[in-house]
């Protein structure tokens, strides 16, 4: 067999394994997700006590998730250098520890002066709040913001376990964190309130941790007690880190600038609008995201081995299987954002008309889906390469257009201009990803795919007329409630799957037997 065609059979197979790995456990952690998320609303309702608790949420969040988002695509390039380098193991041993210990004293630092600063800075995201539910917020931020230590530090250790090729812990980190919290509830419902879904989150952030600890001491890590500010190896850290989280900042910004325009709706439509977008998160995270989260080390190895070629190779296999996954389920969510909306959510204090509207913003925020990995994957070249500036440039305008669309459609559209707005970004950061992608590392071969995306559109496009055609269907004939919910959704799903599943193997776009391959082991 050539080379070239061997060395391509490996990458699939790691890509193929790996993303199922991937997928897997964070697919626990999106479940466990989803039912923490029933429970709250059952509970709460879409109401003050939710409003307060997801503005409450909101800042910490969105540091942790810039850690968890951006820090990972410095931290594993540079452990994969220091690994690859003379004694790698000792210097990545000492590197971590370092990290940690540094990490630990930034971030508490942080944490305690937010503390201080609780009510003045829930004051200015939820503005339009009412007194009683800006109080609460501010409690309950207290007790959530120690999630930007602990999540914080956890990411290091998934780093330092991305580098060596490990992703079972750092993929079951959403399900070590929300089974806690749903113990918590109903543990301590009845004493604590709404206060022990937030005590349930910060242990859950805990747990994680150590899970991560002991992970990485199964691969003969012991944590020192290092604390070098001045250490060489994380001298160009801060500025590159500082390029990363300005770039992950302004596109999460957005998220406190919505919170402080839709403070001013009626009640519950922040809620609407947060938990559409903790389903496409979730959803993303899971299905394409884990595809990002394997090619980043396979990508950040090529390129520290100078191999562009290679890099080239594996961006572009990357990006076939994120499409292979995303479009028939960006397309499937569209058709089935309501009835998923009414199964999940839909009993207790979570009324219909509750269930349309966040429906409604979901099947609004699909493309979002496909369109932020896409240029999630176009990024990895440039982090892999030590180039933070780039993709910058990228984040930076996609916003001004958020922004705009934002402004310009508020008064028309309402709630809804949120939804348009970020699909509409998102799609104007890849485009502009996409040409730099090609002016800084020249042309991927795209052309090569060529046939891939057409049989992938035909496939889709078959799959969304079936979908189309039995969306209609509804149980009204079944007594049970629960069971018409789950056959409003089943029938139309099950026909697109299978429409989606014949094309795709009549089309040649799938070939079970190299899947079945690679999934056995044989492929190499």
Known sequence: MPPQNSESLRVKRYLFRNTSITFFFQGLGTASGVVLDAVILAVFGMGTQTDAFLAALALPMLISGMFEVQGTKVLVPLFSNSLSGQDGFRATRDLLSNLLSTSLLVLGGVCMLAMLAAEML?????????????????????????????????????????????????????????????????????????????????????????????????????????????????????????????????????????????????????????????????????????????????????????????????????TKLLLLIAVPFSIWLIFASRPLVSLLFERGAFTSADAATTSAILALLTPYILLSRINGIFQIPFYASMDMRTPLAGISVALAVHLGIILTGQSSLGIFVFPIASSGGSLVSALIMGALLKRRFGAIGWRRASDFVQRLALSSAVAAVVLALASPANGSWIESQLLEKVFALAVPSAAGLVAFSLTAFGAGLVDWRKLWEMAAGKAA
């Open 122 to 318: 829930i004051s200015i995201q939820v503005p339009g709040l009412s007194s009683e539910s800006l109080q609460l917020s501010a409690h309950l931020n207290r007790i959530l913001i120690w999630l930007i230590l602990l999540r914080g530090l956890a990411v290091i250790c998934s780093a330092a376990l991305y580098a060596r090729h490990r992703y079972v812990i750092p993929s079951c980190s959403k399900a070590l964190t929300n089974l806690p919290a749903l113990l918590a509830v109903f543990l301590l419902y009845s004493k604590l309130g709404i206060d022990a879904l937030a005590v349930g989150l910060v242990l859950g952030a805990l747990i994680q941790l150590a899970a991560s600890l002991l992970a990485l001491a199964s691969q003969g890590f012991r944590y020192r007690p290092i604390c070098r500010f001045n250490d060489p190896q994380l001298k160009g850290l801060p500025g590159r880190l500082g390029y990363l989280l300005g770039g992950e900042a302004m596109v999460q910004g957005r998220i406190l600038l919505e919170n402080f325009l839709v403070s001013f709706f009626p009640g519950g439509s922040l809620s609407a609008l947060r938990y559409a977008n903790r389903i496409v998160q979730g959803v993303s995270g899971v299905l394409v995201g884990s595809v990002i989260t394997t090619s980043l080390p396979l990508i950040s190895e090529s390129a520290s081995r100078g191999r562009l070629e290679e890099m080239k190779g594996n961006l572009l296999n990357s």
